[in-house]
């Protein structure tokens, strides 16, 4: 008899949570409203490990309220309103995706997984979309087939909004981004907010070989304390990655605005147009005219320095770069003195604090590890005397030299391998 009355009970439960009529604009703009406009989320950033630090300092930097903020492993999670969905999208340069989660409960089985998927309101973030896409992780985990995962998590949104009237398919190629990922038995339900990875800022439109992501050049520059210093210099800057970012970030500007990247939240049913555009429009007014701070770089192929000057030039921040071609095995740094239509670079001579980042071969991707050693020791004798010098590479006894200080060193991954960041001042 008990048992009888506690499955009775369970289906009043998911009865009293399935909706009975069909959705209307109006319904579902009612429903946002009360359920999603004004509620409290969680978000989370999701960043490469080791950079979870620099992820929350840019958190903790928006001009938008934040109710918690908490570093896992890969990332940061904060709660707060909605606002800070596009704040996050629009402003922080390490995170990959910005995730809104959903729901996260335990699920050892399929059924487990689709009576408690069931329950969430995917109305609320499908909308009246005909499509969405899911995408699935498992690890460590009884549930780890993803064709399952994702097929009875289907089942699960179709028994939800099929009552409402709707019927979304699957679809790889929609915006609408569904992320499951289940760990040690719990399912974790996240919305994709971002689309394409944040690092993906659009100007990138000629590329070199081995680039380094956008995320990780700004974080070699916040790593390096960009700040502090009156020029940056790449000696070898391939498709201009780094010496961009530094512009970006001393003109303080959000580059995803001024490139009109498209992001997932924008086809999302609580998407706010008019909010965002204004938000747009506001992180523009706010960035400044030129960089403060001198940034030139080079390269020894004039092919790839070619592709440097057009990637500035669609981020907008050419006439803030000077950009020449040069071996680094040539260069007197102190006597550097060029001109050109755009720009005259009287550099090292009269830079007070000089910052020298680079990304080097490793010679794990490129060539030959002995070539790569050998170009570390070029660049270090490049170096001026007290000129500061900002490196990632997973070789980081190549940089214990006598004529170096090492001030920084912090672990992180770049391109799946593991790497180290220096930053170290030349004393000799």
Request: glycine fraction near 4%; hydrophobic fraction near 40%.
């Amino acid at each position: 008899m008990s048992e009888k009355l506690e499955k009775s009970e369970d289906t009043k439960k998911l009865e009293s949570n399935k909706p009975e009529t069909r959705l209307t604009e109006r319904g579902l703009e009612r429903r946002l409203k009360r359920h999603v406009m004004k509620a409290t989320h969680e978000f989370f950033a999701v960043c490469i490990p080791g950079l979870e630090n620099l992820c929350k300092a840019e958190l903790d930097a928006l001009d938008v309220p934040i109710e918690t903020v908490e570093i896992e492993h890969g990332g940061v999670k904060f709660t707060g309103g909605l606002e800070l969905l596009y704040h996050s999208n629009l402003n922080l340069r390490i995170a990959h995706r910005i995730l809104l989660r959903m729901d996260s409960f335990l699920a050892q089985n399929l059924p487990m997984l689709y009576n408690k998927a069931r329950k969430i309101p995917w109305e609320h973030y499908v909308g009246f979309s005909e499509d969405l896409r899911l995408h699935s992780t498992a690890r460590k985990s009884k549930l780890n087939h993803h064709e399952n995962l994702q097929r009875t998590t289907h089942d699960a949104i179709l028994a939800r909004m099929q009552p409402l009237g709707r019927d979304p398919i699957i679809d790889d190629a929609s915006p609408i981004d569904f992320q499951l990922r289940v760990y040690q038995d719990r399912c974790h339900i996240s919305l994709n907010t971002s689309g394409d990875h944040l690092h993906k800022r659009g100007y990138r439109v000629a590329q070199g070989k081995a680039p380094i992501r956008e995320s990780l050049a700004a974080a070699l520059l916040m790593l390096s304390d960009w700040q502090d210093h009156d020029l940056i210099y790449d000696p070898m800057c391939g498709a201009g990655t780094i010496i961009i970012e530094a512009a970006s970030l001393a003109r303080k500007l959000p580059l995803p605005a001024v490139t009109e990247r498209q992001f997932a939240f924008e086809a999302s049913p609580f998407f706010q147009e008019s909010r965002w555009q204004r938000l747009k429009n506001t992180a523009l007014e706010n960035s400044l005219d030129q960089s403060s701070i001198k940034l030139i770089a080079s390269d020894i192929d004039a092919e790839v320095l070619e592709k440097a000057q057009q990637n500035a030039d669609t981020a907008t921040v050419d006439t803030d770069i000077g950009f020449f071609q040069a071996d680094i095995a040539d260069l007197n740094l102190r006597n550097l003195d060029l001109s050109s239509d755009k720009t005259t670079v009287e550099a090292f001579s009269k830079a007070s604090s000089p910052l020298i980042v680079v990304n080097p071969p490793y010679g794990e991707r490129l060539g030959d590890k002995d070539e790569a050693m050998s170009l570390y020791q070029k660049l270090i004798k490049l170096l001026p005397k007290d000129s500061h010098l900002a490196v990632i590479t997973p070789h980081p006894e190549a940089f214990q030299h006598p004529d170096l200080v090492i001030e920084k060193r912090h672990r992180l991954q770049n391109a799946q391998l593991d790497t180290v960041f220096i930053k170290a001042k030349k004393v000799t």
